[in-house]
């Protein structure tokens, strides 16, 4: 007798119930916890097991860029699940001869070996081995509004609240100023940043720091686009101090802000850089770390000390392959950039109908609007870590209306599948258009 998992046997509410009695949820209080049931998904839409169809107007969590459902990318999971499965990391395949000259292809300047693991974590963790075994040295800096994973050494270098729950983690690790700080609307001067990140190299020791972990446009805590000059000053003091850069691109990477990678927006090669989300379009699980070629040298005769059993797993490897053709094809980082400049309207749009939009930001389909109780003084509509009464109406109004997007505290994220049309773009703007409104009325209009 076959085992079946086809959907279509049970209702949202029979799912929904042996899914909360049975499973856990992250990042949840279990009890609180008000899950969508999903059976299917086409394009930039989702398929509840009742008929109703929902926006995705967050790729899930900023990766499913090409779009739900796409053919190419499952045939040719199909194909190398029927041919071979899995092997030990030990044995090579076609597939990751193929993948691994394709990302040296296509990842910044001479980046040309890869890591694999199975997810973006797992790529900041082994990033920081690399790291550290390659230069000797210890510490590891990163910010306080960066994200970079939920395992012990990835949650070390996150900043943000999530982390709180989760220490003490590893050892090493040493914050240093963002270019935005939390309740301002613009990002602080070019000059003023990197002079605090300059101080935090001098009173830690340069000798000390293996590396500098950054996500070049933050992603979740608020689509932190730096202003022109941050950038090419980090890659400087690092340079200057011989100090590695890493650059966590696991949201912001394959064509999300436009380029294929967001440091390309800014001509900056960083010495390491972490992939995963968009590798896949997350059709299957899988990361990579990609190094410059005098890093992976260094390896040639010395034991690099990090391993995973799903490294290089075929069928992950094989989605990556087909994935990246898709974004090739289709045409889909020009496509980002095009209807990146349509939401910077949507944007502007909303920002002067509803005074509850405080400010605007997006580099390509990588979005957010950040929702204020007044202007002056700057008041965001919910505070640090917390969410407010209207945030939650806000939330529920969309949910209502058939649109799928992320909050985070004050803000509303807009970063849908790069596929996404002219129309469907105004379709999940509208819906966000009618949600305002509620915000509207919490708003504190200045004398």
Known sequence: ??????????????IIRLSREHTLFPWSAQGAVDPIAIDRAEGVYLYTPDGQRILDFNSQLMSVNIGHGDRRVIEAIHAQALKLQYVQPGFVTEVRARLGQKLAELLPGDINHVFFTLGGAEANENAVKLARQYTGRHKIL??????????????????DPRRWANEPGISGVVRFPDTHRWGEKEPRPVEESLQGLADVIMYEGPSTIAAIIIEPVVGTNGILIPPDGYLQGVRELCDRHGIL?????????????????????????????????????????????????????????????????????PVSLAAAL???????????????????????????????????????????????????????????????????????????????????????????????????????LAEGFAMIDRALDIADQAVVLGS
Not at 1 to 14: F, L, N, Q, V, W
């Open 1 to 14: 007798m076959g085992i079946s998992t086809a959907p279509g046997t049970m209702t949202a509410d029979e």
């Open 142 to 159: 990163a910010r306080y509004r960066g994200y970079h994973g939920a395992t012990a050494g990835a949650m070390t270098l996150t900043g």
């Open 245 to 313: 850069l890493i650059a966590d691109e696991v949201m912001a990477g394959f064509g999300r802000t436009g380029r294929w990678f967001a440091v390309d927006n800014w001509d900056v090669v960083p010495d390491i850089i972490t992939v995963a989300k968009g590798l896949t379009s997350s059709y299957l699980p899988l990361g990579a770390v990609g190094v410059r070629p005098e890093i992976a040298a260094a390896f040639e005769k010395k034991v690099f000390y990090g391993g995973l059993t799903y490294y290089a797993h």
């Open 322 to 424: 087909a994935t990246i053709e898709v974004y090739i094809e289709d045409d889909l980082i020009e496509n980002a950039r095009r209807m990146g400049e349509q939401m910077r309207r949507h944007h502007a749009a909303l920002a002067a109908k509803h005074p509850s939009v405080g400010a605007t930001r997006n580099i390509g389909l990588f979005g957010i609007i950040d929702l204020v109780r007044s202007h002056d003084p700057w008041t965001p509509l919910a505070g640090y870590n917390e969410t407010s009464a209207e945030m939650k109406a806000v939330a529920r109004s969309l949910r209502e209306q058939g649109l799928f997007t992320m909050f985070h505290w004050n803000a509303i994220h807009t970063n849908p599948p790069l596929c996404i049309t002219e129309e469907q």
